[in-house]
């Protein structure tokens, strides 16, 4: 059975989310698929094998080794021993690869060797990013030779998509560059949850939060804004928004809108009223001594580093890899 080595170049790459995608895809045409992840950084409590346990719970994943910065012979072996069982059962095992950034230079031999230990195909996913060109994908791909199955580019922004797809992507096919898809960017893919804001910020409940596993994709500053509530914070779903705890008319004015939570600056109390009105609407308040700038900024990255898929996450990145990606392409050359 056949053996599909998925990697990328940096760590939020979305590489466990694709690894689900392909689970569900190979179900959805009858087929049973495996999941490995040979090697990990924290591996009695690896977050993307959670991830994927809660996702897929009928499937049986051997526990990773911890990351080494070589594969050994007897690594090898027991890396090619695991992968055996685990080919006995199903159609396509799905073994997840470090990221290229993990390791002291760019390309490390880990991911090489192991391709070649496990005489696997090679899936790479690729962030976009502004600059990126031919030469540099070129390279990267060049070191995987015909082992290299396809190339998706993932998290390009909508404004660039177009381009991707009339420059680039024709650039990279004229070289022989197999590039099965490119996913554009998606705000659903980037939300963090109430909790996760609340913990990055070291903040405090004013009260009892309830649900914070609400998910925010939209960060707003309630300040001194001209247009009316319901239409400065009518303009995005999924939102936190940031103001002074003394502002409680910016407060009231933020529940008109889909706001998962409040970020109230200063360190002082809210009033009464807000306390009521916030459990009515159901939203949750996070209490914060920095003033409002510091905190916006504070929060500045988060987005980008949202942890570990959701089960949410990745039935939504299955969706656009639907859409985006060449499914009939990869799985050819698997065959």
């Known amino acids: 059975m056949a053996i599909l080595f998925v990697f990328s170049d940096r760590k939020g790459s979305g590489k466990t989310c694709l690894v689900m995608a392909l689970l ?44 080494p910065t070589t594969l050994t012979p007897e690594l090898s072996r027991q890396v090619s021993a695991r992968v055996t069982a685990l080919q006995a059962s199903c159609d396509l095992v799905l073994v997840e690869g470090p990221d290229l950034e993990d390791h002291t230079s760019l390309i ?3 991911d090489t060797d192991l391709v070649a230990a496990l005489g696997a195909r ?27 199955a396809g190339l998706l580019l993932n998290l390009v922004t909508v404004h660039r998509l177009g381009e991707v797809h009339r420059g680039l992507m024709p650039a990279l096919a004229a070289r022989n560059i197999p590039v099965i898809g490119a996913i ?28 914070v596993g609400g998910c925010v994709a939209h960060f ?29 008319d910016i407060q ?9 939570c409040l970020i109230l600056t200063g360190g002082a109390e809210p009033i009464e009223y807000i306390r009521v009105e916030a459990r009515k609407n159901q939203v949750p308040m996070i209490l914060v001594d920095s003033d409002t700038l510091s905190t916006a900024e504070a929060l500045s990255g988060l987005i980008e580093r949202s942890g570990p898929p959701t ?11 639907a859409q985006h990606l060449d499914q009939d392409a990869l799985f050819a050359a698997l065959n």
């Open 24 to 67: 569900s895809l190979l179900r959805q045409q009858g087929k049973s698929g495996a999941y490995y992840k040979p090697f990990s950084a924290a591996p009695e409590a690896d977050p993307d094998v959670a991830a994927v346990s809660a996702g897929f719970p009928d499937l049986e994943i051997p526990p990773p080794a911890s990351l």
């Open 108 to 110: 490390s031999t880990l």
């Open 122 to 148: 090679e899936l790479l996913l690729y962030s976009y990013r502004p600059g990126l060109d031919e030469d540099s994908l070129s390279a990267i791909c060049g070191l995987f030779g015909n082992r290299l």
């Open 184 to 211: 554009p960017e998606d705000r659903g893919m980037l939300a963090v949850t109430v909790e996760q804001i609340a913990d990055h910020l070291g903040g405090r409940w004013v009260q009892e939060p309830g649900d």
């Open 220 to 248: 707003l500053i309630g300040g001194n804004i001209m247009d009316s509530g319901p239409s400065y914070f009518g303009r995005h779903s999924n939102q936190a928004v940031i103001t002074r705890a003394e502002r409680p």
């Open 252 to 260: 009231m004015a933020s529940f008109t809108g889909d706001t998962k």
């Open 311 to 321: 089960t949410r996450k990745a039935r939504r990145f299955a969706e656009l890899v």
